[in-house]
């Protein structure tokens, strides 16, 4: 699975709109004089904040990694603006990884990958095809509502779509719906990937601002079954009005046998997620247990799952785990400095001393959030961006849960727009269609998703609901 995703984000790199344009390069070349500018200016005013922000900026639009430019802008910084000593840095970023809920992301990025190579992906897509496959847009809504179940096992957005897409897509064509079709609806709904528990994402969250993961699982129930149906929704619509054909329906038989061949691979999200909520085990237990019992459906359940394609599924675990954990270790040291100077507390009273409610406060969120969505993956985005927003969110009385799951959708929508948008590459992969033709694809369930992050956004009951009734038994 990695190395498809990897394929895709080097062609990604390639076909970034004016990335070897004449204007382009003038853009670009503009954004790091003016960055480096910004550098100089606060180094003779000594101010650290203007510097830190200067310098990332620098290094981003300079092309390098996210976390190499976190990592360096901070380091900067500590360096020419502070007293600390730079080996007791180290410290720092052991005691911001020390956290018991940050285990969990290494055991769900590993059982994601076995659930991929275990067979769960395809009997979810027989098991939806069978009850759904027969309506206008049969097997588009098949394909959402496998990519929300594989959501609730997988807890990643390319995971997702490679999994369900690749097998999705093609039949779809098959049966005579547009190609456009196939590949927007699937790609879009592979997004649930981050929303529907367990979401690595969430846990990120969670960390960051100190918060209950159990309850950010539970809260991202409910918006995922609502974008789902939404999605589902378009593709009704759409179906119909192209006049797509229409599966056969499927015999009460062949339900049956369906449903009793997905059994495990419909048991496993409820055991992995209900376990947390019935007290047997915390969220981070979850993921181990989901190892675990993904590892025995797929071996001796399935049989799909066989013991040579452990050492491939470790290494890409690795090398996933590896990426994030490295993003989230320099993020926190750039949440060091904003905290040093005070950053997220000074925008707090700012905004607040512009008046500024919790409606159009939310309405900010989201637009930043969906401009950072273009250049930022979600980890990098929620470890930067809660520190400085969470406080603010709090002293205007929105429900911190709430505002995760705001965010998290916010994080949905980046992996389905360009340039960075994962899903899309991974899409374009799995096609061989051209980014542009994937992204215009996708723009009718886009529209979904934005409809969706709306009604999340400003009717918290859907969002709260659930955390509330169960955590309040």
Known sequence: ?????????????????????????????TLVLFSIAGVAVAIQSNNMALAVFALLFTCLFLGLPIAISLGMASLFAIYFFTTDPLPDLAAKIFSGLDRFPLMAIPFFVLAGNIFTTGGVA???????NAWVGHIPGGLSIAGI?????????????????????GIMI??????????????????TAGSLGILIPPSIPMIVYAVTV???????????????????????????????????????????????????????????????????????????ESAAVAVMIGAVVGLFIHKDLKIKHFPRILVDSSKTTAMLFFIITMAMLFAHILTLERI???????????????????????????????????????????????PVAMA????????????????????????VGLNLYVASGLTGMPLVDVTRSALPWLLAVLVGLALVTYVPFISLWLPELLYNL
Not at 18 to 28: A, E, F, M, P, V
Not at 170 to 187: D, F, L, Q, T
Request: charged share 10%; proline share 6%; net charge positive.
């Open 1 to 29: 699975m990695n190395a498809v995703l990897d394929t895709q984000l080097d062609k990604g790199q390639k076909k970034t709109p004016g990335h070897g344009s004449l204007k382009g390069r003038i853009i670009s070349v």
């Open 122 to 128: 395809k009997r979810l897509i027989n098991f939806t």
């Open 145 to 165: 509502f496998a990519c929300a179940l594989f959501a609730a096992i997988s807890g990643s957005s390319p995971a997702t779509v490679v999994a369900i897409g």
């Open 170 to 187: 093609p039949a779809m064509i098959k049966h005579g719906y547009a190609r456009e079709y196939s590949v927007g609806s699937i790609c």
């Open 210 to 284: 100190d918060q209950s993961v159990g309850k950010l699982f539970l809260a991202g129930i409910v918006p995922g079954i609502l974008l789902a149906v939404l999605l589902s929704s378009v593709s009704f619509f759409v179906a119909r009005k192209n006049n797509y054909q229409k599966a056969q329906k499927a015999k009460l038989a062949d339900r049956v046998k369906a449903t009793r061949e997905a059994f495990w691979s419909l048991a496993l999200p409820i055991i992995v997620v209900g376990g947390i909520y019935t007290g047997a085990f915390t969220p981070t």
């Open 396 to 419: 205007l009385g929105v429900d911190p849960i709430h505002f995760g799951i705001v965010m998290t959708v916010n994080m949905e929508i980046g992996m389905i727009t360009p340039p």
């Open 344 to 390: 997220p507390h000074a925008v707090a009273q700012w905004i607040i001393n512009w008046h500024v409610g919790p409606v159009l406060f939310l309405l900010i969120v989201n637009m930043l959030l969906f401009v950072a969505g273009q250049f930022m993956e979600p980890t990098a985005i929620i470890t930067i961006l809660a520190p400085i927003l969470f």
